[in-house]
Every structure is written in C-alpha cells, then in structure tokens.
C-alpha cells in the first residue's frame, strides 16, 4: 500500500510542478512614455524586426543570459522558440548583416537594473521580482 501512495504522489509532483512556471513580466525605463505592449509588438522588438517602441520611441532590448529561468520562459511565452531555433535564427541575421540580438544583460536582477538605467530599455524578468525601479507594460502567464 505504501508502495502506490508513494507513486501517487510522485504523479501529483509532477503533474503540479508542470504548472508552476512563473509568469513574466515585460519591463520598460520607469519614464517610459507608453503604458501597454502587446506579445505581437514585443515579439517584433525581440526579433529585430522593429527598431522603436509603439509610439515611435527608440527602444533597446536586452536578453537575461542562456539557461536564465525567465529566459527561458520568455524565450517559450512570448517568442515561441527554444533556445536553439533562436540561435540559428540570429546566425542568419549576423551572417547576412541584417541584424544583431539584443543585449545580454545578467539575470533578472541584472535585468531591472539595466533596463532602469536605460531609457529606451525593453526587458523581461519574474513578474514576482518586479519593484518600481521599472515600469510594467505587460504580464505574460
């Protein structure tokens, strides 16, 4: 008997810990003229596909470094890609000259206190980190 108690709740480790990802949140310099971004608009930011905010505003992205937690939930909600589809994706940009991945900046707390010393910084970190050195244009679950 204790043997299928031990199974069961090895299953409901599991099953639970598969919804336990943290939810991101997308940050930007605390004067930020904009008060909301969406996915598609971060996503085209992310990818180099645009080169300014929304409104027109210059923006600089930076990334957290590889096998960042919030790396790589961000990498996975917002972008739709692994880590290796996104490497092969700035190899051909870097390699036909057509652009540059964003910055890598450290962690999420690297993350907040970068994109809270630049103005036109864009960034992502824990949603639960977040403090009012940063401005919040979007939660991502």
């Known amino acids: 008997m204790d043997t299928i108690k031990h199974i069961f709740l090895s299953f409901i480790l599991v099953c639970t810990s598969a919804n336990c990802l943290a939810d991101i949140a997308i940050i930007a310099h605390p004067g930020a003229s904009l008060a ?4 598609g608009q971060i ?3 992310y990818l180099g596909k645009a080169k300014t905010f929304p409104n027109g505003d210059p923006v600089k992205p930076a990334d957290q470094t590889r096998n960042s937690p919030s790396r790589d939930e961000f990498n996975q909600k ?4 692994n880590e290796s589809q996104l490497k092969s994706y700035w190899s051909k940009l870097i390699f ?9 900046v450290g962690d999420d707390k690297g993350m907040l206190a970068w994109v809270a010393s630049h103005e036109d910084g864009l960034g992502y ?13 979007l939660i991502v679950k």
């Open 96 to 104: 036909t000259g057509k652009g540059n991945p964003p910055e890598t």
């Open 43 to 45: 996503t085209r930011i």
């Open 125 to 137: 970190v824990d949603a639960a980190l977040v403090d009012d050195s940063v401005k919040v244009l």
């Open 36 to 39: 909301v971004m969406d996915e």
């Open 78 to 81: 917002v972008l739709k890609k």
